[in-house]
């Protein structure tokens, strides 16, 4: 946790902020006891299934889902020697290093930079090299972060990381003193801490943090960058972006990573003002996407002249000139002139404005974006979108919906389950804030219903006169009507793909096959997702063929996006890309697939073998049913044909 301001500068800045409409007391509020009740009941629900038995460890993406779950229940005021908190940090600590995945990866970072203690510094270091290598050469992240490491390099690696690094530092250690460790932190009480006099600049922070070992790694991954042209999309993005910041706080330079990222969420930005799903889909835009856009951009901004620990003012043209020494304050450019931030609150707003008039209820099928929105908002210290206070409203919303074993339903997003729900049910309402030091030097004035021509209705003269720009902002404005729109729970994409999704399952016998050709063959990812929900829900009587629609739908996708969905947590897209594989008749995809024949579904491995005799005409295994030992000798088998 970064340093906190002296007395005399948060005396200050809540002068200032009350001149500009900022709230700088969005995270010490005191919580209503309807929204303590709630937190403490979510809380339980999530504590109980954690503190007894290792069902926990089944499912699907269960370290991820310890990861949330952990966060939720720190932010929550569990405390860390809970049974909980003990089991999901024990289970972590032993499965970091064999993840791949970015949802994963980033989460674990999440969770252990806010666990907070010095001995797991190494691995969030490792999970941010881990994300640097999984980045795009477009700037996002799709599903992986690069191969697993051997049994025994992971090991070794657990080894050296437990054994802890004298030269480490941590954010809360003593000025001068790098071995002082995290001190314990009530995530309920303030924190005070005295701010020293004389703080290094970001290039006087003397010799590197990373563990050794790290530094072996990330030089490899600096020496091979990725220069492909895929661009993943927005969702895996902003795990990432956030699961950097936390590695960058634990001492890794992540920089040029998190400016690539904002320069790829500026070149993709809607022409509404917000973001899609798919980066490179500058078309209509998804409350949720739209969230992460603006963090995208939030975070490469707080890259500026801003050191990890967040010693450094945030110097660029579009932010505040920050704070002297003497605590005396230039108001000159308080506000942020930055287009695409503002229109993308802008278009924020209206995704809110344009569900206010109908059933709110239904929005709580979402909370993806619920976290999402609590997520940006408590980075750039809003307390208001526009003139929407959206706490208040979100909190609203959950309260009334929780149910009565504590848990939150909804399904409207990939991987919507009640233990998700509640997670980011509970990130919403404690107003978790993972990237602190932002928030302290990214302050955005909230006047995105001021003309930009005109002064503040409040404010002295110092403020009436800042310089503002006359470049028109990218925003429809005809769309902040509220009429008539899809809402808020249903992202236009997701609407789009269960209906096609219920066309199907509702269809007669004898019309079936029509529309599974329609979903086969159509052009957009909308069908793919479709059919990807259809294996998942389908009756039983239909799998056979949705399967094989989806193998063949996928057969059509190039070289590089079968080898990332042969990763995916998904079982149902890596058994159609492993089919798929086999189908497209290209060689290239062999040491893919060899990788396959050790995945924990044995139908993906019999896809993958079966598509491995396709192409090679050989057959080495596994057998169906195999043991894990039995697969891996499989695999060494396939390898050593290979070479």
Known sequence: MASRSSLGIAFCWLALATLCGCSPTVQSQEKPRAIQDAIQRGAAYLEAFYS????FKTGDHPVGMAALCGLALLESGIKKDSAAIRKITSYIREQALQQTTTYEIALISMYLDRHGDL???????????????GQTGMGGWSYSCGEALPPAEMRRLQTNFAGGNSELSTPDAKEGDSKTPRKKVDPNKPEVVTKPKDKPTPTETGPSTLHPDVEKYLRLVNKNPRFDNSDGDNSNTQFAIV????ARRAGLNADNALKKAEARFRKTQSGDGGWSYIGADRQQSTPSMTCAGLLGIALGMGTAGLDPTGNASLRTQNAPIPLKKDGTEEAKKQNINDLALKAGLLRLEAHILQNQNGNNNALIDNCYFLWGLERVCMALGLDR???????KWGADLLVRSQQANGAWVGGSYAGAKEEVNTCFALLFLNRTNLTKELTKSLRVKNDLNTPSDSAPKTGGKEIANTPRTNTPIPVRRENMNPTPVPKINEDLFSLEANRLLQKLLQAPPGSRAAVLEELRDSKGSVYTEALIRAAAQGPQSMLGDIREA???????????TLQEMLKDPNK??????????????DLELVPHLINVVTDTEDLVVQAARTSLKTLTGQDFGPQPLASADEKLKSQGDWKAWKK
């Open 52 to 55: 007894t038995g290792d069902d």
């Open 550 to 560: 989806l193998a063949l739908r996928l057969k059509r996708m190039t070289r590089s």
């Open 385 to 391: 979108v526009g003139r929407v206070d959206w706490y």
């Open 119 to 133: 001995s797991d510094r190494p691995t969030v270091q490792f999970m941010g090299v881990r994300l640097l290598a």
């Open 572 to 585: 149902e897209i890596r058994l159609g890309a492993a089919r798929a594989a086999g189908m497209k008749f």
């Open 243 to 246: 699961g950097l910041w936390c």
